[in-house]
Each structure stands twice: as structure tokens, then as C-alpha cells.
């Protein structure tokens, strides 16, 4: 399946590399899992991991480039054939003796149809992106749990110390009433 990496990172397909890490910094911070609590964005953050890995890889964007126009010119035609079979289907309803199951199954066939890859070689690169974009992503997310559970350690480790601390001035305060009575 061809992914649209230019859409991911809601950039042009004339970015240039700092637009690129822009888009991604701006994409990671809008997904990172901070600032959805509650949501499950590692899918996201998974998609703009791969988007950066590719289109930051200065041979793999050109190949992609290359199959971008590619997936776009499939995507216009598809739409097209889309309208146009809307067309015949409402001229076929209105022909006697046509069966409605042969129709649905040619227009299964026709939506069924799915983009076919050139370049052999980017969509290996673009499978090895995705997994190394899952690793990411889940080293992101081990990180962020274990850095939070750290940090609630060194919390509950702080305020308690602090509450020691508070405790220990109390009786030293009390002794030192109790003397001067």
C-alpha cells in the first residue's frame, strides 16, 4: 500500500530537508502522547517517524518522488472511473434483463483495484521504514512511561524527605518548648 507522506506531514511535495524537519518536529510534538492523554497516538507517531525516514533520505525521496507522481495519477483515474461508473450504473438500472449480482461483482473488481508498485526497491525501503518507525515509537513510548514513573519516584522520594524533614523541626520544636517551661 502506498502511503502519501507530503499529506502525513501536511507539507508540499517541494519541501525542502529544514521544511521537512520542521513539519516532523511540529507533527511529533502535535501527536506525542503529552499532549493527547487519554488517546492511543502511536499509529501517528509511527506514520510521521516513517514520512521523516524516507523523505529525509535524499535517494529514497527521489525514488518516492518518482512513484508520488505515480500514485497520483492512479488516484485522479480512479476517481474518474468512479464517476463514470456511477454513470453506467444508472443507465444499466434502467436496462430490463441485466442481473444485480454481475454488476456488483464488476464494481467490486473495479474498487478492489489497488496501486501497484514500480519501484520494487522503495517499497522495500519504505517496509524497512515503517518497522524502524515502529522501534522508534516504541522506544519513545518505554522512554515516556519509565521517565514518568522516575519521575514520580523522585517525587514521592522528594516529599517525603520533605515531611521528614517538617517532622524531625516539629519535635525538636516541642523538646525545645518543653526546656523553657
Do not use: C
Amino acid at each position: 500500500m502506498f502511503v502519501d507522506y507530503y499529506a502525513i506531514l501536511e507539507i508540499s511535495q517541494t519541501a525542502t530537508k529544514a521544511e521537512i524537519k520542521s513539519a516532523f518536529k511540529r507533527q511529533a510534538v502535535k501527536w506525542h502522547p503529552d499532549k493527547n492523554p487519554g488517546k492511543d497516538t502511536t499509529k501517528k507517531m509511527q506514520e510521521i517517524n516513517e514520512a521523516s525516514l524516507i523523505l529525509n533520505d535524499d535517494e529514497a525521496r527521489v525514488r518516492y518522488d518518482r512513484e508520488y507522481l505515480r500514485f497520483r495519477m492512479f488516484q485522479e483515474q480512479t476517481k474518474k472511473e468512479k464517476e463514470q461508473q456511477g454513470q453506467k450504473k444508472h443507465e444499466e438500472e434502467k436496462r430490463a434483463g441485466q442481473k444485480q449480482s454481475e454488476k456488483k461483482t464488476e464494481r467490486q473488481k473495479k474498487e478492489n483495484a489497488t496501486f501497484q508498485f514500480d519501484d520494487e526497491l522503495l517499497k522495500k525501503w519504505m517496509e524497512n521504514a515503517r518497522k524502524q518507525a515502529i522501534r522508534n515509537v516504541h522506544e519513545m513510548v518505554v522512554e515516556f512511561r519509565d521517565s514518568s514513573v522516575i519521575g514520580f519516584g523522585t517525587f514521592f522520594s522528594t516529599a517525603l524527605k520533605a515531611i521528614g524533614v517538617a517532622i524531625i523541626f516539629f519535635i525538636l520544636f516541642l523538646i525545645i518548648s518543653l526546656f523553657k517551661k
